[in-house]
């Protein structure tokens, strides 16, 4: 039996929710610039696969991340299926009016804890940028956005190394008074380990009761999903993933992507953990993803069900003695 027939299978009654990264986090990282159509179509299949939440691009200089150039004008053209949240990435003030332009009704807006990558990345101290994003965070709620606050850098810094876990919640503790609601943590140079991610989860829980904690895991030394566990035993219900392990950072030598959304889901369904997400309809998008771009992603379950097809056996194990 695949994992999408299994009972109790809608995204309406998941025991977690994901979202899926993939045209925002993925697509900045490739150099082919996919067209508004190809964009629509990866959402449509996104939404019909199950996922309850699709972050579609981000609100970026043009010139610096021209993948996401179109990223107004994709949100004013998509027609989300009922209970499909699209939600957008936005890094400054500008971005901000962008966003509320296009009529996007749920934003993430995140600065960086750490002072290297903020100054490299938005050309002001972690400090300055923090409280720059808590100001717009505060004019996103007053609008009536949907609002996650989100810190990047969160679990170690290629230019700082070990990061202080005090400041970090420093700053979500201000993000949180500003009116976020949800919170997002972001591993974004994959240097994170479970029992750090179980640690800073457990703290998170303590010192901002009531406030949804979303981790966002590279992958970049193997660890994502491992991560993502530890997490999820830590209390987190909320997840970032990318379709295929589509990513890293055009901003961070070496990063590697997001967590594969399919193995992702396949972990969760096999622990009997209901994602909402049918397996199968993912691993189509990623072999589309791998068409259009002619190779391999670094998910694992598409090889994996493809493997299970071509062999006589059908036990989706491949024989290595
Ligand atoms: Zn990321």
């Known amino acids: ?121 938005a050309n002001q101290s972690a400090a300055a940028a923090i409280g720059a994003m808590v100001g717009l965070i505060g004019e996103a709620v007053r609008s009536g956005l949907a609002v996650r606050g989100g810190l990047q850098c969160v679990f170690g810094c290629v230019y700082e190394g070990a990061i202080d876990a005090d400041r970090v919640l420093d700053a979500a503790e201000k993000m949180a008074a500003a009116g976020a609601r949800a919170i997002n943590l972001a591993d974004t140079t994959g240097m994170a380990h479970p029992r750090q991610v179980a640690a800073m989860c457990h703290r998170f829980h303590q010192a901002l009761p009531g406030i949804e904690l979303i981790l966002h895991l590279h992958d970049t030394r193997g660890l994502g999903l491992a991560n993502m566990l530890a997490g999820y035993e830590a209390g987190v219900r909320s997840f970032d993933v990318c379709t295929g392990g589509l990513g890293g950072c055009p901003f961070v030598r070496g990063a590697a992507g997001n967590v594969p959304t399919e193995d992702a889901v396949h972990a969760f369904e096999a622990m009997g953990v209901s994602t909402g997400v049918d397996l199968d309809a993912l691993v189509a998008v990623v072999a589309d993803l791998e068409g259009t771009l002619g190779r391999r992603l670094p998910g694992r379950m598409a090889g994996v069900l493809r493997a299970a097809r071509t062999n006589t056996g059908d036990c989706g194990d491949a024989p290595d003695g």
């Open 1 to 121: 039996m695949s994992i999408s027939n299994l009972p109790g299978h809608d995204r309406m009654h998941a025991d977690i929710c994901f979202e899926d990264q993939t045209l925002r986090d993925g697509l900045q990282s490739v150099s082919r610039l996919f067209t508004l159509a190809e964009k629509r179509k990866l959402v449509d299949r996104l939404a019909g696969a199950g996922l309850e939440r699709i972050q579609v691009g981000s609100f970026v200089h043009p010139g610096r991340v021209p993948q996401m150039a179109d990223t107004d004008e994709l949100i004013r053209t998509l027609h989300p299926p009922h209970g499909v949240v699209i939600s957008g990435l936005v890094l400054n003030a500008r971005g901000l009016e962008r966003a509320m332009a296009c009529g996007l009704g749920d934003v993430a807006l995140s600065a960086s804890v750490s002072d290297t990558h903020s100054r490299r990345n």
